[in-house]
């Protein structure tokens, strides 16, 4: 269930999780022993007694990592900058059992920044999962709104989660093909 490059790990204090693939949250206790599968995009998958649960990165601390500081914009910001960061913050978000960004899995259908109002900056995104079936389909679509939401200047986020058109594996990036073996 994990490779050689799993490391071990103890929980340091109780912790929130999110069980993978069920998307089960729970608190795993303090003095629980593991091995860390998987650290991508500032979150970390844990393998405790055969099963596998995600790890925030700003609770990183509690299997002895560094928590993951939130991005930061110049005050001089523009749109495009901003734009770009909601890319590169979307880029940080993973489904826990694929080592695939979903930007480049091409779960992301569109992103559109927009000013409301009062001229405060809006993010709307839609999106998909692998399977519509997925148990971690509101963790992954929240930690997209969660990391769209702690950049500077953001005040709203809307998520929106759509199975049409269906995913498929051609609408990966071919770095995400050759990464799975799907090319």
């Not at 002895?64 to 913050?89: H, M």
Request: charged share 25%; glycine share 8%; hydrophobic share 40%.
């Amino acid at each position: 269930m994990f490779s050689h490059t799993s490391q071990p790990c103890q929980f340091e204090r109780d912790c929130a999780v999110v069980m993978v693939p069920s998307g089960d949250e729970l608190t795993m206790p303090a003095g629980t022993v593991g091995y860390i599968t998987q650290s991508l995009g500032g979150s970390f998958t844990v393998f405790v007694d055969g099963n596998l649960f995600r790890v925030a990165g700003v609770d990183a601390d509690a299997i002895g990592k560094e928590p993951v500081l939130p991005p930061a914009l110049p005050d001089d910001a523009s749109d495009d900058d901003v734009e770009k960061l909601v890319w590169d913050q979307m880029k940080t978000c993973y489904d826990p059992e694929i080592p695939v960004n979903i930007v480049d899995l091409g779960l992301v259908y569109s992103c559109t920044l927009k000013k409301n109002e009062a001229g405060e900056r809006e993010v709307d995104v839609t999106m998909t999962l692998t399977a519509p079936g997925c148990g971690m389909g509101d963790i992954i679509v929240e930690d997209v709104r969660s990391k769209i939401e702690i950049i500077p200047t953001i005040v709203k986020v809307d998520v929106e989660l759509t199975f049409e058109p269906p995913w498929n594996y051609q609408m990966m990036t071919e770095a995400a093909r050759l990464e799975t073996g799907m090319l």
